[in-house]
DNA sequence: AACCCTCTCAACCGCATAAGC
DNA sequence: AGCTTATGCGGTTGAGAGGGT
């Protein structure tokens, strides 16, 4: 005999989700933590799978999260660990504070993709596409062999360089080199991940702030304004200060949820920081995440969000915009 | 104003692997 | 050790938004 079902799957809503069970999800698991999912559709009395209810914690309501389109820098990690770790997703997103895996994918789909193909690199080679291509037969041509052709054994075109410093003044002297080998290892290690990026980082000093959504400091606010207290800085790290995101609970007629990085804001679900903060350091125990607690801590503490959050998460230095 | 098309992204599906029994 | 389930991951889908005509 193996373990429970994680749930059977009659009865099970599905489709988006809405503002009254993201809050029972919020609310559950701020008082209960990220223990088993299976447990959570059950306890906090929704009629969704845990499965679904991990999906929705990790790549939407998870407090840590980013929202808005990916930088420049952002965009140029994401094509240089393509390019050494293929469609692997979640090892790209691990290198993207407060970006999920389905993010990056679906941005890599929908930008980046098009973006390397029109300057003449096959996105999933990062090789030069063979042919310059034309007007007429570009669709033709690049559509098959992104399909069937096999990684190339070697590559060691610059891609970040072409494929993003072209609409940028950054120069980047970071060079994708990989190998048939080296993509091919199994283990992580095998992969010199922390280079470019260093190199990227002492080039670009951090974050280029082309693409980044303008959001002004005072736009910052993650925490109301009854509640920016300094009483609920008590905890760990140095607060920052609270400057604040009042970005409008706006939302399409669709879903409630809106580009907004507080969710909790969107769902007027923003609890007592002071009461709050015992709570969660009863719940926090179970999650045995210390970046997701440290970074929790930043969240509450109204943490200059980015930087807190590259520099706590990944433990870069704070990249200067 | 209405229709159509394209784009975006949240969510689902199925598979692989890890882990409990 | 082997079976079964939980979890994580990558691929895919489909609804809605937005732009063009």
Known sequence: MGRQPCCD?????????????????????????????????????????????????????????????????????????????????????SHLPGRTDNEIKNHWNTHIKKKLRKMGIDPLTHKPLPTPPTDRDQPQQEQPQEDQQPPLPSLTCKISEVAVGQNSEIETSFESSITEEAKHKEKEEDINIEGPFDSLMDVNNGFCTDDIPLIEPHEINLLPPCTTAPSISSTTTTSSSSTSSSSSASSSSSSYSSSNNNILEDLDLLPNFDSWQSDLSNSLVFWDDDDFISTFDLWINGGDSDRNLSSTVDDHPPPTQ
């Open 9 to 93: 799957k009659v009865g099970l809503k599905k489709g988006p989700w809405t503002a009254e069970e993201d809050k029972k999800l919020i609310n559950f698991i701020l008082s209960n933590g990220q223990c088993c999912w299976r447990a959570v559709p059950k306890l906090s009395g929704l009629l969704r799978c845990g499965k679904s209810c991990r999906l929705r914690w990790t790549n939407y309501l998870r407090p840590d999260l980013k929202r808005g389109l990916l930088s420049d820098y952002e965009e140029k990690m994401v094509i240089d660990l393509h390019a050494q770790l293929g469609n692997r997703w979640s090892k790209i997103a």
